[in-house]
Nanobody, 127 residues
């Protein structure tokens, strides 16, 4: 059974930083995209950053480029999202996700391409 468990959310002030973690279990070793998504109240779930396990390729939404970093610790089987220079616009529930198979890079930030999801962790940025 595939399980993704996020942690690390919390409350920070504008300009602050947080690191989210996603512990992965039950996922067979394979080249695939893993990603972080976020969803604010009343809004759609949007892709934030994606990581391809085969090559380490990363892809970011324009709204977080230069501020967020996605990376994976293979020994700990954990996916991370390092967030810096945060603003109130970053406030949302953040979700970790993994694709079941190969998807094109153009779809790496589309929620419909991901089959496995965590429960989410709340991030709140105050001004």
């Amino acid at each position: 059974q595939v399980q993704l468990q996020e942690s690390g959310g919390g409350s920070v002030q504008t300009g602050g930083s947080l690191r989210l973690s996603c512990a992965v279990s039950g996922l067979k070793p394979s080249r695939r995209f893993m990603a972080w998504f976020r969803q604010a109240p009343g809004k759609e779930r949007d892709g934030v950053a994606a990581f391809y396990t085969g090559s380490g390729f990363t892809f970011y939404d324009d709204s977080v480029k230069g501020r967020f970093t996605i990376y994976r610790d293979y020994d700990k089987n954990t996916l991370y999202l390092e967030m810096t220079s945060m603003s109130p616009e970053d406030t949302a529930m953040y979700y970790c996700a993994a694709a079941a198979g190969e998807i094109p890079p153009s779809g790496a930030l589309s929620p419909r391409n991901f089959e496995y999801w965590g429960q989410g962790t709340q991030v709140t940025v105050s001004s």
